[in-house]
């Protein structure tokens, strides 16, 4: 079974606990964070889909097709599955270990498969969304240990390493970009969203729970945004990462909290707490009558898929 599992979860634990590489030395360190305050603004939970037995039902990650459908990654079933607007399933089709999961500006859906950091294989697939029956076909392959995903505007593709330093970039032509990986140079990276010409990635190996930011055109020139754990033994073990109504939006895995970043100060504020494992956080794009101003899903290892309204 190609799953995240209880012992990889505690490595990510003792990574975090001997301080890992984070962000490059050369990068400007922000004052550690105070412990975290609620946003001003409220923020409502339901359950859009039930899970099953926490981490035997993990799902990873999730994107919508701006088509009035919902993908998931199913990681422990080895599948991504599809969800109409009022939760029924409508597709489901095979992907090895599948990450994350992105549409890409040609329309298609692209989606990591091989996360696991014991797994010989990993890549990207890719398939249409609008086919009837969609079917996955192998895109990139012969990367390891890959998790996140982001797609940029020219369809350029960043994958992240949680075990590895370098974030990697793939040309739309499939070919990797060894001098931009090369400089992107942070360790366990997580989340990857991409906004404007910048990338963000938030950082789970690390004891701070740093978000980073790296210029697309300069990823040399990495930043840390904030720090989210002032304690070092409550590291927050940051998963992946959405843009939300001119924010960040952040999962922690461990503390079950949705936390809001500005990535222009570096202010941060708790937005949801009480969840279960979130692996996994996208706004609303065109899904029925789901309003993409003020909501947005999650997933988590527990199987959940819930839908969470701001204001």
Same mark, same amino acid.
Do not use: C, M, Y
């Given at each position: 079974m190609r799953m995240r599992s209880v012992a990889w979860v505690g490595s990510l634990l003792a990574a975090s606990v001997l301080g890992g590489a984070g962000p490059s030395a050369a990068a400007p360190r +922000?004052?550690?964070? *105070?412990?975290l305050d609620p946003c001003q603004e409220r923020a409502g939970m339901t359950v859009f889909r039930e899970g099953g037995v926490p981490l035997l039902d993990w799902r990873e990650n999730?994107?919508?097709?701006?088509?009035?459908?919902?993908?998931? *990654?199913?990681?422990?079933?080895? /599948? $991504?599955?599809?969800y109409a607007p009022d939760g029924t399933l409508k597709a489901?089709?095979?992907?090895?270990?599948?990450g994350g999961i992105r549409r890409g500006p040609d329309g298609m859906m692209y989606v990591n498969f091989g996360v696991? +950091?014991?797994? /010989?294989d990993g890549g990207i697939m890719r398939f249409d969304p609008a086919a009837d029956r969609p079917r996955a076909e192998r895109f990139v392959d012969g990367i390891s240990g890959v998790n996140g995903l982001a797609v940029d505007a020219d369809g350029n593709f960043y994958l992240s390493r949680e075990?590895?330093? !370098?974030?990697?970039?793939?040309?739309?032509? !499939?070919?990797?970009d060894?001098?931009?990986?090369?400089? *992107?140079?942070?360790?366990?990276?997580? !989340?990857?969203? $991409? $906004? !404007?010409?910048?990338l963000y990635a938030s950082v789970i190996t690390h004891?701070?729970?740093?978000?980073? /930011?790296?210029?697309?055109?300069? +990823?040399?020139?990495?930043t840390t945004v904030t720090e989210l754990s002032p304690n070092p033994?409550?590291?927050?073990?940051?998963?992946?990462?959405?843009f939300f109504d001119g924010d960040l939006v952040v999962a922690s895995f461990r503390d079950g909290e949705l936390i809001r970043v500005d990535p222009a100060t570096g202010r941060s504020c708790v937005l949801v707490k009480g969840l279960r494992t979130p692996t996994s956080v996208r706004g609303v794009r065109a899904f029925g009558d789901h309003d993409p101003r003020r909501e947005m899903f999650v997933v988590e290892a527990s199987g959940r898929i819930l839908k969470v309204t701001v204001g």
């Open positions: +922000p004052s550690p964070a *105070a412990a999730l994107e919508f097709d701006g088509r009035g459908t919902l993908w998931v *990654a199913h990681l422990t079933k080895n /599948r $991504v599955e599809g489901s089709l095979p992907v090895p270990g599948p696991n +950091p014991l797994a /010989r075990l590895a330093t !370098g974030i990697i970039r793939i040309r739309p032509d !499939g070919t990797e060894a001098e931009w990986t090369r400089k *992107a140079d942070v360790f366990g990276t997580n !989340g990857l969203e $991409v $906004v !404007g010409d910048q004891t701070a729970s740093p978000v980073v /930011r790296i210029p697309l055109k300069d +990823p040399a020139r990495h033994l409550k590291t927050k073990l940051l998963d992946d990462l959405t």
